[in-house]
């Protein structure tokens, strides 16, 4: 037979082969359902069926809470700001660096950090931490700035089921400096009576806290950062009272499931590398003489973080992770 050129289709006959391609397109019965003699049956244009669009899943969170150290603060970096200060100037803490890592194996992975410099365990609870009264968070608290941390957390996980974690909390230090600075005016023989119940105080906060946390995120991975000595040996005995206070903070984190990261051993080495070590990772040789890490004691309490968050996962999710070495005997 001979090609037909479109002039001799002409305008009628290409609309009507069109339609003839469509309807076989969009109500041909499928092989296997044509009845014994080929016929479509009943009704089979009006079950076409379109898959419905995958509901997109939510981004997993890490939720960060805490102190100062969770927001990344720096008295140097604070003065330079004044009085506008801005939280996204704060972007070299430890959670910033546990942050980035986390990302490399989870791109889609939102970081919340609720953390208020300041903040004792008691104002983690009840509330307001000062700070937030007079400047701004990197995560304003849902109930206002004369809310609590510890609320605003609950109401994050409320709100978001099953997505968040890991949860990482640094709570205490502030409540140890009430008494090292504060009462005791850093004098080694009133800090250390005044430490077991200052210890116990800490330790009974940590578990009301950490046991909400638990209830309202049962699967969620929680790492507890624990303390260093920024004094080092100018306090006769801090090394040993840290110590013990991280102690009790362990005991209360594995309580509840929680994980426990020590930056003692880093931070307070012992003998006479404690001094340059504490001047390395702290800004207390600065002339501001601040106890708040420096970028590269951020960075320090980042990867004791990292490790045990990796020791805390199970052995198949923990397998990606193998070729990262943090310490000298890797993960």
Same mark, same amino acid.
């Given at each position: !037979?001979?090609?037909?050129?479109?002039?001799?289709?002409?305008?009628?006959?290409?609309?009507?082969?069109?339609?003839?391609?469509?309807?076989?397109?969009?109500?041909?019965?499928?092989?296997?359902?044509?009845?014994?003699?080929?016929?479509?049956?009943?009704?089979?244009?009006?079950?076409?069926?379109?898959?419905?669009?995958?509901?997109?899943?939510?981004?997993?969170?890490?939720?960060?809470?805490?102190?100062?150290?969770?927001?990344?603060?720096?008295?140097?970096?604070?003065?330079?700001?004044?009085?506008?200060?801005?939280?996204?100037?704060?972007?070299?803490?430890?959670?910033?660096?546990?942050?980035?890592?986390?990302?490399?194996?989870?791109?889609?992975?939102?970081?919340?950090?609720?953390?208020?410099?300041?903040?004792?365990?008691?104002?983690?609870?009840?509330?307001?931490?000062?700070?937030?009264?007079?400047?701004?968070?990197?995560?304003?608290?849902?109930?206002?700035?004369?809310?609590?941390?510890?609320?605003?957390?609950?109401?994050?996980?409320?709100?978001?089921?099953?997505?968040?974690?890991?949860?990482?909390?640094?709570?205490?230090?502030?409540?140890?400096?009430?008494?090292?600075?504060?009462?005791?005016?850093?004098?080694?023989?009133?800090?250390?009576?005044?430490?077991?119940?200052?210890?116990?105080?800490?330790?009974?906060?940590?578990?009301?806290?950490?046991?909400?946390?638990?209830?309202?995120?049962?699967?969620?991975?929680?790492?507890?950062?624990?303390?260093?000595?920024?004094?080092?040996?100018?306090?006769?005995?801090?090394?040993?009272?840290?110590?013990?206070?991280?102690?009790?903070?362990?005991?209360?984190?594995?309580?509840?499931?929680?994980?426990?990261?020590?930056?003692?051993?880093?931070?307070?080495?012992?003998?006479?590398?404690?001094?340059?070590?504490?001047?390395?990772?702290?800004? !207390?040789?600065?002339?501001?003489?601040?106890?708040?890490?420096?970028?590269?004691?951020?960075?320090?309490?980042?990867?004791?973080?990292?490790?045990?968050?990796?020791?805390?996962?199970?052995?198949?999710?923990?397998?990606?992770?193998?070729?990262?070495?943090?310490?000298?005997?890797?993960?």
């Amino acid at each position: !037979m001979a090609f037909r050129s479109r002039s001799q289709f002409g305008r009628g006959g290409l609309l009507v082969a069109f339609a003839t391609l469509l309807s076989i397109l969009l109500f041909a019965a499928p092989a296997g359902a044509q009845g014994s003699r080929g016929e479509r049956p009943h009704g089979a244009a009006s079950s076409l069926h379109f898959p419905s669009p995958r509901p997109v899943p939510p981004a997993p969170t890490y939720l960060a809470l805490g102190d100062s150290l969770a927001f990344g603060y720096s008295q140097a970096k604070f003065n330079g700001l004044y009085p506008n200060e801005n939280p996204a100037a704060y972007n070299t803490g430890y959670v910033d660096d546990f942050g980035k890592v986390l990302k490399l194996f989870t791109p889609a992975l939102q970081v919340v950090n609720d953390g208020c410099p300041g903040e004792t365990t008691d104002s983690f609870i009840s509330g307001p931490c000062a700070y937030q009264l007079a400047f701004p968070l990197h995560h304003p608290y849902v109930g206002g700035p004369s809310s609590s941390q510890l609320s605003d957390a609950l109401a994050y996980l409320g709100a978001h089921p099953g997505t968040v974690s890991p949860i990482t909390l640094d709570i205490g230090a502030n409540d140890a400096l009430g008494l090292i600075e504060g009462a005791c005016k850093l004098e080694a023989a009133c800090i250390a009576k005044g430490a077991p119940a200052a210890f116990a105080h800490i330790g009974a906060n940590l578990g009301l806290i950490l046991g909400d946390l638990r209830a309202a995120a049962p699967h969620a991975q929680i790492i507890v950062l624990g303390l260093y000595n920024p004094f080092g040996s100018t306090i006769a005995g801090a090394d040993e009272l840290t110590a013990a206070l991280n102690k009790v903070e362990a005991g209360v984190a594995a309580s509840v499931g929680a994980r426990f990261a020590d930056p003692l051993p880093i931070f307070n080495p012992p003998g006479a590398l404690e001094a340059p070590t504490i001047c390395l990772l702290t800004n !207390m040789c600065t002339p501001l003489v601040d106890i708040h890490p420096t970028d590269i004691g951020y960075a320090v309490l980042a990867g004791v973080v990292l490790q045990q968050y990796v020791l805390g996962l199970p052995p198949l999710q923990r397998e990606p992770w193998r070729g990262l070495r943090i310490g000298a005997h890797g993960l």
